[in-house]
């Protein structure tokens, strides 16, 4: 059985990944981690949807946590979710940034303060590389909004063509694609006669590395179910 002094050991789902050797290097920093691809304490997966089942499959027959960082996922992947946190505890962040995290919260308090009458976009910038848009950040973000708001998310995606009406409580999302950003995500409130916007801008990968260390060493001991980068945010 591992003590307290000793480091948390690390499983990569994907370790030969942009993530995966984005935290080996924060590892490689940080004494109180260790890479352990056999014997992890946790397991962290940043792979491809189609990757999902296979990495739950690890975890449960392992007996320990997993934390998903996966983006693009669909219904079945989340009830696959679902059913491994029966399990195991999983923790599934579609951003893993600690600043995204404290970001959406104020994007809630915001959306429920300010009310059905300021309409709200998302507009969100990555490298020319992702595949999906919205990005998994932009739509966690607005699905926090809408919950501030005490309503299901109403999501307008891509507007394009004319004579378009905006419908009242959406939310919009824009995407835009193109070089090396790491990840820019402005969520707008713009109301009669002023706005509010609030912004993170990524400027490193590592920024999810250390985010993803800090969710790993909060699920060390967590009894199974599905939690979440909020719940990692109040142990801090």
Same mark, same amino acid.
């Given at each position: ?85 029966? #399990? ?35 507009? #969100? ?17 607005? #699905? ?22 905006? #419908? ?69």
């Amino acid at each position: 059985m591992r003590t307290a002094d000793q480091p948390t050991r690390i499983s990569l789902f994907a370790p030969e990944g942009r993530m995966g050797k984005a935290i080996a290097a924060v590892v490689a920093e940080d004494p109180s981690f260790a890479i352990d691809q056999d014997h992890g304490d946790v397991l962290i997966d940043f792979s491809a949807p189609a990757a999902l089942q296979a990495s739950l499959d690890r975890a449960v027959s392992a007996a320990v946590p997993i934390l998903v960082g996966t983006t693009g996922l669909d219904d079945l992947a989340g009830q696959r979710i679902a059913a491994a946190a029966k #399990e195991v505890a999983v923790l599934l962040a579609a951003n893993t940034s600690l600043g995204v995290a404290l970001l959406a919260e104020l994007v809630e308090r915001a959306a429920r303060v300010l009310g059905p009458e300021w309409d709200i976009e998302i507009a #969100e910038t990555h490298h020319h590389m992702k595949a999906d848009a919205p990005s998994g950040t932009a739509l966690m973000l607005g #699905e926090a909004a809408a919950h501030g708001r005490g309503s299901p998310l109403n999501a307008e995606r891509g507007r394009d063509g004319t004579g378009l009406k905006r #419908e009242p409580g959406a939310i919009g999302f824009a995407s835009l694609r193109g070089g090396t950003v790491a990840g820019d995500h402005d969520v707008l409130f713009l109301g009669p006669d002023e706005r509010l916007i609030l912004s993170h801008r990524a400027e490193s990968r590592m920024i999810f590395a250390r985010g993803a260390l800090a969710a790993a060493r909060f699920l060390v001991g967590k009894p199974a179910g599905l939690y979440s980068m909020r719940d990692v945010l109040e142990e801090l």
